[in-house]
């Protein structure tokens, strides 16, 4: 975990010169500064495509300075997110999971083994339906702007190789702080455990938990193969990066200020997804050298699948049954 600089409290860090923070600074002492949190570290896409939507937005207007501030420095996703919604800071690019918690309409996204591949997740995200979930952030304070990728996650852990569900039998995991994660799990036999991410680390290499899920880059950039021994080619969920806004601070904005915001922060989409899929397919590669690798056979991944048969029941009530049925048609006319 690279966040050994600081460790401050979430509220009161505005102009705090201890933090550790990129600034894309615009031409003009007068500039607003717009303040970014990201959970993960400064190794990551996410923290370079935060750096990108700066740059897009300093050569479109000087209005904005912009600081970006990774390893939950200012404070991890679930409070970012209240931060960002009571307007004590602009900006969080948080996992949709967490933000469940306040929206419980976010949970269509921790359905698990819904989203088959990028494909269909670019397809439902940029249509429709993505449209439809962002629209809907407004009556929580909150102004969605774009869908990035954080990508597919996978399981490891430090006890046996998963090859089969299984070899999930009671093994203790962590999962991001959604029921619906830990109702999956459950389902597939194992034992989950909510926990933030900023204190994953820690977790695994303490032996509070022994395995952790989260898509490649994530398992290679936060170093998890220094504490876990067994990756799995699980894929299970595909949750969404998603650039959140403070509706607060917007609506002091101008509209020219407005849709310069909103423009730089979906151009970067593009980037983000490049630049992820890269990094996903070479951290994958180094993994591979340092942990042992398993695949998981289409006979075995139906047993997953069926396994949690019952999440997608259990859940639909809270998530809501429209958005539910209009997601999985959804995935269905992108997978055609
Ligand atoms: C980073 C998180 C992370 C997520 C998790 O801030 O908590 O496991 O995958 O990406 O959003």
Redesign the pocket.
Known sequence: CSGEEVNVESEDTSGDENLDAEEVEADNPDAQTLRIS???NDQHPLYDSAIHFGELLTEKTDDFNVEVYHS?QIA??LVATEMVQNGDLDITI??T??VMNNIPEYGVFDLPFVIPDEEVADEVLDGEFGDQMLDILEDQDLVGLAWWE?GF?NLTNDVRPVESIDDLEGLTLRT?ETDIHLDSWSEMGANPTPMA?DE?YTGLQQGTIEGQE??YP?INLEGYHEVQQYLSATNHVY?P?IFLFSKQIWDELTPEQQEAIAESAYETREYNREITRDEAQNSLEELQSSMEFSEITNEEYERFQEAVEPVIENHSATIGEDIVDDFLSAVEKASD
Do not use: C, E, H, K
């Open positions: 990201v959970g993960i939950a991890a996703d948080t996992s999971s967490p954080n996650r991001m991410f994953l989260n898509p994530i949750t990066y």
